[in-house]
């Protein structure tokens, strides 16, 4: 697993946990490679029904399966002005988190939970329940 050594964990604004950098990162820059571990499909319906339902990702060709994000890959917060992207390394296992513009010391590193940073399609939460996370 890749990471950059200044990440870390804290109790975000956004709700729940986030992950946070302590120095800043260049635009562009690998934030971390998470490895995943892929599911069939199916078993998405049982997720749905645990805990791990806001934390697992549609995963494949056709997002005919799911994905857990080991690492923080699953605790990045959305935002639909996000500082950061994932890619599905499909070959891999991995996804992978890239920032998208300078990320200052202190801040959050954000996702678009919709997997393309401009997509603004509803999400399956409201901003109410950021806070369960």
């Not at 990162?25 to 049982?46: Q, T, Y």
Request: hydrophobic share 35%; glycine share 10%.
């Amino acid at each position: 697993m890749q990471r950059i050594d200044s990440l870390f964990i804290t109790l975000s604004p956004l709700g729940g946990r986030g992950v946070f950098t302590a120095a800043p990162i260049a635009e562009g820059s690998l934030i971390e490679v998470c490895p995943v571990i892929v599911l069939p499909g199916n078993h998405r319906r049982h997720l749905d029904e645990t805990g791990l339902y806001d934390y697992y990702f549609v995963w494949g060709e056709e997002d005919g399966q799911c994905a857990i994000a080991l690492g923080y890959g699953s605790l990045y917060n959305h935002s639909f002005e996000p500082n950061a992207e994932y890619r599905a390394d499909l070959t891999g296992l991995t996804l992978d988190f890239y920032a998208l513009r300078d990320i200052a010391a202190g801040e959050e590193i954000t996702v678009n939970y919709n997997g393309d940073p401009d997509k603004r399609d509803k999400l399956w939460f409201s901003a109410r329940q950021l806070g369960k996370k």
